[in-house]
């Protein structure tokens, strides 16, 4: 069984920063790639990030480069999203989400985290 | 970053079959790496229903069958049912990211 529990979502004014966290408690982490997809209200998915299993290789969306960064303690079993210079445009439902394979670039998401909420406004 | 283009919306009847669209718009999307396809309940998580273009992970109904043809994914659902009524997305990968297509609302008449 799949579980992974999102945390570290909230209100933020523009500009700030936050922290996303992601802890898995049914798999074995350290072998899969693991993905941040959000989705504004009432959008569509949004691909944000991801990150291969041992960090070697991460990718994100041109909205969020240069701002997000993505990163694993597989130690902790957990998947990181650093949010800084946050906009309005950031407000979405943050999926953390599971490669089917070791690498973000080569392998669909098998499973999906619940969500957390961001929210950026003044 | 590249597109994936759905349609916005598609509907079916009780029983009938619908089929839904993923048209890549540009050279840049390498779908050979893998199409796949979610199905979202409102205010749900998305779910994995078809990956690399064609397959279905176990426990998903045999109802939903993934193709492709050229430039164009197809997610196909026979036999429709109520509970078949959801956003449906595709997805795959260009070099540099991952993307979504916009979705597809499936209204169940």
């Known amino acids: 069984e799949v579980q992974m529990v999102e945390s570290g979502g909230g209100l933020v004014q523009p500009g700030r920063s936050l922290r996303l966290s992601c802890v898995d408690s049914?798999?074995?982490?350290?072998?899969?790639?693991m993905h941040w997809v959000r989705q504004a209200p009432g959008k569509g998915l949004e691909w944000v990030s991801g990150?291969?299993?041992?960090?070697?290789?991460?990718g994100y969306a041109d909205s969020v480069k240069g701002r997000f960064t993505i990163y694993r303690d597989n130690a902790k079993k957990s998947l990181y999203l650093q949010m800084n210079s946050l906009r309005a445009e950031d407000t979405a439902l943050y999926y953390c989400a599971k490669g089917a394979g070791s690498f973000w670039n080569e392998y669909y998401i098998a499973s999906w985290g619940q969500g957390i909420l961001v929210t950026v406004s003044p | 970053q590249s597109a994936l283009t759905q349609p916005a919306s598609v509907s079916g009847s009780p029983g009938q079959s619908v089929t839904i669209s993923c048209t890549w718009t540009s050279s840049d999307v390498v779908p050979y790496k893998s199409v796949s396809w979610y199905r979202q309940y409102p205010g749900k998580a998305p779910q994995m229903m078809i990956f690399?273009?064609?397959n279905r992970p176990s426990g998903i109904s045999d109802r939903f069958s993934g193709s492709r043809s050229g430039n164009t994914a197809y997610l196909t659902i026979s036999g429709l049912q109520a509970e078949d009524e959801a956003d449906y997305y595709c997805s795959s990968f260009t070099s540099t990211s991952m993307i979504f297509g916009g979705g597809t609302k499936l209204t169940v008449l």
């Open positions: 049914g798999f074995i982490f350290a072998d899969y790639a």
């Open positions: 990150i291969s299993w041992n960090s070697g290789s991460t």
């Open positions: 690399d273009v064609s």
